[in-house]
């Protein structure tokens, strides 16, 4: 407007939420319903980074074109080829499951982006994603990953138990979902089991795989425990809300922020998603699969995920179904009255 001081423009790269994920094998279906989960919640304009094999790539774009434009809007999409830049690629490539490790090389790749939340494929959305990302607001000055502990108690944690390397904290941390200031990253010197002088985090991945790979049982998740085992400073540990999965309820409900607030982001590690071993798992996965885009949330998603919760009351985490419901109901409200309120705001200028 005439008179108006002018602001320069943000940068687009920092305008969007970075999401980064990795594909390999058959992990196609999965990964586009994360995606769908995160484009149907949030409220910023999303950047998805996506990691797969050359085979898949054409696939990817494809599936993400067939998508509405009311929703396609709502991001971009940049797809990149599986690369290891230190060490032996097919070695990484191996290392836990196809192509797993590439997670650890997006502080190298991405040099461009300042920040992102990387999240396995097998992880459902169900709340915006820009809660999670306020998360990065909270970091103190030596923080530059976030992630949730593997496990709420210590007595049945697999790292307390088991595990032959070190590990951050009682319990270890769970790297599913990881949100990451990469730009710290790049810049961090860190402490380390190899030298006395601190290493930047590309020099020490390999050098450190080297060390423990006889040790490691979890792959890439090992090698992040050991380096913030030795970096505690350096993490930022989010509650298990946001990364839940069914450790926290298999065995009975042990993650109170999920009783409080309700699921943020379901976890289905494990195959949950595919098999009948966790039916209230499995019942989320297919119905935000099913869910066509521009359908009514409650008619088409809330209703029949709480049918579907009545046939898996038999079991530990179907028992349970308001943790489940909770955060995706409440999101579900804040979508539906604002489009509501556009809708009548619309309406009334008239």
């Given at each position: 407007k005439p008179g108006e001081q002018k602001h320069p423009q943000e940068p687009s790269s920092l305008q969007c939420m970075h999401l980064a994920v990795v594909a390999c094998g058959d992990r196609l279906e999965?990964?586009?319903?994360?995606?769908?989960?995160?484009?149907?919640?949030?409220?910023?304009?999303?950047?998805?980074?996506?990691?797969?094999?050359?085979?898949?790539?054409?696939?990817?774009?494809?599936?993400?074109?067939?998508?509405?434009?009311?929703?396609?809007?709502?991001?971009?999409?940049?797809?990149?080829?599986?690369?290891?830049?230190?060490?032996?690629?097919?070695?990484?490539?191996?290392?836990?499951?196809?192509?797993?490790?590439?997670?650890?090389?997006?502080?190298?790749?991405?040099?461009?982006?300042?920040?992102?939340?990387?999240?396995?494929?097998?992880?459902?959305?169900?709340?915006p994603i820009d809660d999670i990302w306020h998360l990065l607001r909270e970091f103190n000055s030596t923080q530059l990953a976030a992630m949730a502990p593997e496990h709420e108690i210590p007595k049945i944690g697999w790292y307390s138990r088991f595990a032959r390397h070190p590990y951050y904290g009682t319990t270890g941390v769970n790297s599913g979902v990881m949100l990451m200031n990469l730009t710290r990253i790049r810049s961090t010197r860190f402490k380390n089991s190899l030298i006395p002088g601190g290493l930047t985090w590309e020099e020490m991945l390999y050098p450190l795989y080297q060390k423990y790979k006889n040790y490691i049982t979890w792959g890439d998740q090992d090698l992040l425990n050991i380096i913030f085992n030795f970096n505690p400073e350096c993490l930022y540990v989010f509650p298990c809300q946001w990364n839940y999965r069914p450790d926290h309820c298999m065995y009975g409900s042990n993650c109170r922020g999920a009783e409080e607030e309700g699921v943020s982001i379901l976890h289905g590690n494990r195959g949950v998603y595919h098999d009948d071993k966790q039916p209230t798992f499995k019942a989320l996965y297919e119905v935000i699969r099913d869910f066509p885009f521009e359908d009514n949330l409650f008619q088409s998603l809330y209703y029949p995920l709480q049918s579907r919760f009545l046939d898996t009351v038999h079991t530990l985490c179907g028992r349970i179904p308001q943790v489940f419901l909770k955060q995706i109901e409440k999101t579900m409200k804040k979508v539906y009255e604002s489009r509501v309120i556009v809708y009548l705001g619309a309406n009334h200028r008239y």
């Open positions: 999965e990964t586009l319903i994360m995606l769908k989960s995160a484009v149907l919640f949030s409220n910023r304009r999303l950047c998805f980074h996506i990691f797969a094999e050359d085979s898949l790539k054409p696939e990817f774009e494809t599936k993400l074109k067939e998508w509405p434009s009311s929703y396609t809007k709502k991001f971009e999409s940049n797809i990149y080829p599986i690369t290891f830049s230190v060490g032996n690629a097919q070695e990484w490539k191996k290392l836990f499951k196809p192509c797993a490790a590439q997670r650890l090389f997006l502080p190298v790749i991405l040099k461009d982006v300042d920040s992102l939340l990387y999240v396995d494929t097998d992880v459902l959305f169900l709340r």
